[in-house]
């Protein structure tokens, strides 16, 4: 009778002692690194409120698109990981496809912010940032392009400002907030959102990370730096792989009353999807979107199940609707081989049949 | 295993861990490069960070020595289930300490934070007992009286509160516990599906990758669960409530003490949002500019009615016939600046126009 386990004991000493050799060797090489750089595509700042900051991205050759196209990422978390590094940057890519690149940088709230509104978000600064862009190309509308909240956030700023928003683009963007698989959601239902936000002010980025790693505690907590060990010798691996956890774990606050309106109307709520969603007392329906839509979500998301994203399909009112699946997870989708090879074209494609 | 094998084990052991000790001295020897989490002295708090965050690491590290010095290894292998049951689900088990890694850098930050509040205000005379309110069953059920009722309600509260949150975080944690013991199971069944000659795990690190899926997969099932979402809200609500109850506490010493309190920041902040939100509501409203623009129109038209009392009837005659274009380009302008003033009146630099 044979067992499933069939481990030499000499095999098992040649594989602990080479996992303690990469132990010891990637002490030397962790000791020589510095800080990863993100890719820092070149950039200007053009407008700047509070906290935020609206960059206009410069690649090597002219736009040839006549649109521009301006990125609204979530709150969560850096804006930087659409231009992580430089093989792996949405940004540059979409430079590279001739697309004329703005990206709204939240920055990092602290107390002054905690009493910010979706209004105040929505209808406020990126409502400013829109007509900025606007103005500086004399145009009336231009192209949104919004990823995981800051998607929702283009759904709810294009369905109360259509005539601001010439085409849209949503990514791993959550729309329908209650599907059985959406692991966060379902951990939030029971949620006292008020006693936690009068309690914390702005919620912090440590607790919200903290969130984040339960949902895959073992892959995401010790894994992950198992598999460190296979990569100490490759400099360039180690590099990228703290990179990835400068962005992981550098992440803003969320200012507190947003938060709440957000956890309370979108997660507990499922308003958007329901109708029943209100903005600065303003209600959000997003059968007035009426223009071209591109959702692209992926189909291993973990943070936003595709399901989630794939209802918008039966939300807007356009009826020049796309949906992309991409295959991979939640970060796959900016910083895989497969996502350089796939997602700015794709984006660029689209929007070029429509500009 | 051969006794000689096994001797050379536990000399392995020793020295595995006496290798692991001097990686972690070494990272954390001052270093002349300025990546911040290895630049640490050995003496500073942040040993325990680093350990904490090379944690998932050691773990494994300790899962290997358990696993090479136990009977899943070799070709006699006896009762490998027994042995391989030991390994996942004993003392050392891996999936404990991933979420130990996690769950402790939370825990450990509140159980701080209660430490420095219970040392804060002790000498104040709130009668803390000197190792919390945990030790004082029943406490909530004697009604308060006398002179110091309010604080003996305030304290009763809070003592609930902490017997709340404890009561709560052993109930989730006992569903952490059970997610282990049901990856356990679900390892076994993938097991049975290695049987086969050539299908056999063949390696520690192959046996663990496989143990990481059943173990997620089982969290992901429990974490899903309506018994799951229960506990999670409740604990996460108990902690909210002691926090709160602290809190009060806090400002009520603060306030004896003179010091400005969170409250009283916070409503300053509310209230300067709320100013600044009506601020831009008075600048940006469509009303409010058509009523400023017509009140300049009616002051222009009433300054050039009393320029041409006081002047000749030809020169007025051109005034009159230039003065309707004035006006009009005023409001034009006016108008246009009025926009500029929604769209770009935070801009620090305003933003050129592209040509």
Known sequence: ????????????????????????????????????????????????????????????????????????????????????????????NLLEQGEDVYLIDWGYPDGADRWLTLDDYINGYLDRCVDVVRQRHGLDAVNLLGICQGGAFSLCYTALHPEKVKNLITMVTP????????????????????????????????????????????????????????????????????????????????????????????????????????????????????????????????????????????????????????????????????????????????????? | MSDQATDFLKQYQTWAQQSWDTWMQSLQAPSPHPFQPFQRTASSPADDLLGRALGGLKSYADWLQAAATSGIVGQGQGDWQQSLRQLFTGGSQPFAQAFAGIDNASAQGFAQQWQAWLQAVQPNGFGVPPHGFGDLPGMGDIPAFGYTRERQMQQQMLADAM????????????????????????????????????????????????????????????????????????????????????????????????????????????????????????????AANDEVSALRAELAALKRKLASRSEPATVATKKVVSAPMDVDATRVRKSASARRATTTAPVRGAPRKRK
């Open chain 2, 163 to 286: 017997r709340e949150y404890a009561e709560t975080s052993a109930r989730y944690q006992s569903l952490i516990l059970r997610a282990n013991a049901q990856g356990f199971e679900q390892l076994q069944e993938k097991l049975s599906k290695h049987m086969e000659p050539g299908r056999q795990v063949e390696s520690l690190k192959a046996l663990y990758d496989l143990w990481v899926d059943a173990a997620e997969e089982a969290y992901a099932e429990i974490a899903l669960s309506d018994e799951f979402r229960e506990a999670y809200g409740a604990m996460v609500n108990a902690q909210m409530r002691v926090r709160k109850l602290q809190q009060e506490q806090l400002e009520a010493l603060c306030r004896e003490l003179g010091m400005p309190t969170r409250s009283e920041v916070s409503a300053l902040g509310k209230r300067v949002q709320e100013l600044r939100r009506e601020m831009r509501a008075t600048t940006t409203a469509p």
């Open chain 1, 1 to 92: 009778m044979f067992t499933p386990l069939r481990i030499d004991p000499a095999k098992v000493l040649g594989e602990i002692t080479a996992f303690q050799r990469k132990l010891a060797a990637g002490m030397e090489s962790l000791r020589g690194l510095h800080e990863p750089e993100y890719a820092n595509t070149p950039r200007e700042a053009i407008y700047r409120e509070d906290k935020l900051t609206v960059w206009h991205f410069k690649g090597t050759g002219k736009p040839t698109s006549k649109t521009p196209l301006l990125i609204v990422y979530a709150l969560v978390n850096t804006v930087w990981m659409t231009d992580l590094q430089a093989d792996r940057s949405l940004v540059r």
């Open chain 1, 175 to 355: 729309v329908d907030f209650q599907t059985p698989d959406n692991m966060l959601s379902h951990w939030v239902q029971d949620l006292d959102a008020d006693m936690f936000v009068d309690t914390l002010g702005n919620i912090p980025a440590e607790l919200m990370n903290w969130v984040y790693l339960t949902l895959k505690p073992v892959r995401l907590n010790q894994q992950k730096y198992v598999s460190l060990v296979d990569i100490f010798d490759n400099r360039k691996e180690l590099e990228n792989f703290l990179r990835m956890e400068r962005w992981i774990f550098d992440s803003p606050d969320q200012a507190g009353e947003a938060f709440r309106e957000f956890i309370k109307d979108f997660y507990q709520g499922n308003k958007l999807v329901k109708g029943s969603l209100t903005i600065g007392g303003k209600p959000v329906d997003l059968g007035m979107v009426t223009q071209p839509v591109l959702n692209i979500f992926a189909e291993q998301d973990h943070l936003v199940p595709p399901d989630a994203s794939r209802a918008l399909g039966k939300h807007v009112g356009t009826t020049d609707y796309t949906q992309l699946a991409f295959k991979g997870g939640h970060i796959g989708i900016y910083v895989s081989s497969r996502a350089q090879r796939e997602v700015p074209p794709a984006i660029h494609q689209w929007l070029r049949s429509r500009d």
